[in-house]
């Protein structure tokens, strides 16, 4: 049972929370805002789109009449027409990604940048059409049948990273600072003088934590089923536990950062520091595998990235928490290195 202290305690870490706007705003409707605006941006199929620059041949031929003709008439291609130096300047601005010139012979000529994967896509496209129009044929007949995989959404993919960036985000943000505000303005120097015994303040902010987590994890769950139709393939407990031990992890690495940290621009930077690049690299908005090999396997040892693909393999292919063996050891390592090493280092004034 709660004592009448650690009760007290764990009212205050909600009205912290409730009476901040700001923090009100990022953890229960910047999730919802991030999901509505690339879930519909993201999810709708469309075929993509290629930007083409033409120049005109010296002396058209009909094969150039013809490919221009199906050039422009195709939806996926944005023809424009402009000379060399124009149409160079359009590549730099990103309006085309290629150049396409028939010389006297009829031969195709592209200029593209080799490194660019859009331009080398907008080559091959390209180049079909051009290879058709010349009169080729495909030797071998084709058919393509359309797959539609549960879960296969890009929306799918967005909803368990924005769960696991709101827990990070509201940890690292809000422990730290509400505890390093309380040491500057001499706080927890007067809770040592209250019948409250020390580690009460500490477990007062892991209970707050989980109030914060329920508002969190109900927000971006129930947004997702509503606006989206969210499916969880997975256990739904096991879920929740999962999202638990994610905000255990970030509660501890937040009570370490603000263990000894009197300056409030100090623990703001601090946790920028850490929250930024872990919000770039651990696929909260896109897959990891863009990433060079040395690069994924490395941030496959941050918090964020073990907590997103745990619940994106809960979510999205069904697994059981047991299953997770790789992640629930980086979360766990990270939730009893950091609050043992916090509990060392934690000073009260």
């Known amino acids: 049972m709660l004592s009448r202290s650690l009760w007290q305690q764990v009212k205050c870490r909600w009205r912290e929370f409730r009476r901040e706007p700001s923090a009100f705003f990022?953890?229960?409707?910047?999730?919802?805002?991030w999901m509505v605006v690339l879930g519909f941006a993201f999810s709708k199929p469309r075929?993509?789109?290629?930007?083409?620059?033409?120049?005109?041949?010296?002396?058209?031929s009909e094969l150039s009449e013809r490919t221009h003709k199906a050039l422009k008439e195709n939806p996926q291609i944005k023809l424009r027409e402009a000379d060399l130096g124009e149409l160079e300047t359009r590549i730099k601005r990103g309006e085309i990604s290629m150049i396409l010139q028939f010389d006297a012979g009829n031969k195709a000529i592209y200029r593209l940048d080799q490194n660019n994967p859009e331009a080398v896509r907008a080559r091959n496209f390209v180049n079909d059409l051009v290879q058709r129009q010349g009169g080729r044929l495909d030797p071998v007949p084709q058919?393509?049948?359309?797959?539609?995989?549960?879960?296969?959404?890009?929306?799918?993919?967005?909803?368990?990273?924005?769960?696991?960036?709101?827990?990070?985000?509201?940890?690292?943000?809000?422990v730290g600072m509400t505890i390093v505000s309380n040491r500057k303005e001499n706080l927890l120097k007067r809770y040592l003088a209250t019948p409250m015994r020390s580690h009460e303040f500490i477990v007062s902010h892991i209970f707050g934590r989980l109030i914060i987590l329920a508002a969190e994890f109900s927000a971006v769950m129930i947004a997702g089923f509503?606006?989206?139709?969210?499916?969880?393939?997975?256990?739904?407990l096991h879920y929740l536990l999962f999202a638990i031990l994610g905000a255990a992890a970030f509660t501890a690495l937040a009570l370490l950062c603000a263990s000894r940290t009197r300056s409030v621009p100090m623990i703001s930077g601090l946790t920028n520091l850490i929250s930024l690049p872990m919000m770039m690299l651990s696929g909260v908005f896109f897959s990891?595998?863009?990433?060079?090999?040395?690069?994924?396997?490395?941030?496959?040892?941050?918090?964020?990235?073990?907590?997103n693909d745990g619940l994106r393999k809960i979510a999205l292919e069904g697994l059981p928490i047991q299953a997770l063996g790789p992640e629930i050891t980086v979360l766990g390592l990270y939730t009893l290195v950091c609050a043992v090493i916090a509990q060392r280092l934690f000073k009260w004034f």
């Open 26 to 33: 990022w953890v229960m409707f910047m999730p919802i805002l």
């Open 47 to 60: 075929p993509e789109s290629y930007g083409v620059g033409w120049l005109s041949p010296a002396a058209p």
């Open 143 to 174: 058919e393509s049948a359309n797959i539609q995989a549960e879960g296969g959404r890009y929306v799918d993919f967005l909803i368990p990273g924005l769960l696991g960036l709101s827990i990070m985000t509201s940890s690292l943000f809000g």
């Open 226 to 236: 509503v606006i989206f139709r969210f499916s969880l393939y997975g256990n739904f």
């Open 288 to 307: 990891k595998n863009n990433f060079p090999d040395w690069l994924r396997e490395g941030t496959a040892y941050l918090p964020l990235t073990a907590l």
